[in-house]
C-alpha cells in the first residue's frame, strides 16, 4: 500500500481501514490464486503433450505391426497355395 491511500483510507475511519485491509488481502489471495492456476495449467499442458508424443509414436507403432502382420499373412498364405498346387 503507498502512503496516499494509507491517508486516504485513515479519513474513511475505522470502517474503511477495515475494507481496505480486507481489499488488500482479496487482492493478494486472488493474486496467489492466479499464479498457481497457471502453474497448475503448464504442468497440464507438459502432460499433454507428453501423452500426444506417445501416442502417437505408439499409434506408428501398431499400425507398422499390422502392415507387418499382414505381409506375414500374405507370405503364409502364397506359400500353401505353392504347396497345394504342386
Known sequence: MDAEFTKYLATLGVGGIL???MF???RKDIK????????AT???MSTVKDN???LTKLIALIETQQR???RKE?????????????
Open 74 to 86: 500374405d507370405i503364409e498364405e502364397l506359400v500353401e497355395h505353392r504347396i497345394n498346387n504342386k
Open 68 to 70: 507387418n502382420q499382414l
Open 52 to 54: 500426444t508424443t506417445a
Open 42 to 44: 503448464d504442468q497440464l
Open 19 to 21: 475494507a481496505g485491509l
Open 32 to 39: 496467489q490464486y492466479t499464479e498457481l492456476w497457471k502453474m
Open 24 to 26: 488488500m488481502f482479496y
